[in-house]
């Protein structure tokens, strides 16, 4: 088994601790599924939400990620568009965020996990879980 770096596997939403399992259980793409997660890791059994509430605090991280998504969309309105009406930049905003946001929610997650949640990289936890 080829190990992956810490960057691959918040690039592929994977397990802090094993990174090997999912964690999310549906495509980015699926429309009502793209925010299912197990509880758990599939692979070594870590539990994903590490304190009551955990992921409240991925709420910090998305709305980092949506200010860059506006900030960006905004300033690419103002150059293609040659500063047009408001209601331009908000439909193009509006449609950039509502296309962004399951990305925006799974990697805030992922990100939170990966740098909030305490867990260091430890390839030996699956044969650890496999092997009970
Ligand atoms: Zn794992």
Known sequence: MKEKSALQAIV???CPRCREGDMFSSSAF??????D???HCPACNLRYAREPSF???AMYISYAFSVAIVVTF???TYIIGGDPDVWVYLTVISIAILFFFR?????ARTLMLHLFGGVSYDPESIERHESR
């Open 12 to 14: 592929k939403s994977k």
């Open 55 to 57: 992921f409240d605090g």
């Open 103 to 107: 990305f925006t929610f799974r990697y």
């Open 74 to 76: 905004g300033v690419a």
């Open 30 to 35: 699926s429309l009502t599924k793209f925010a």
């Open 37 to 39: 997660m197990p509880s």
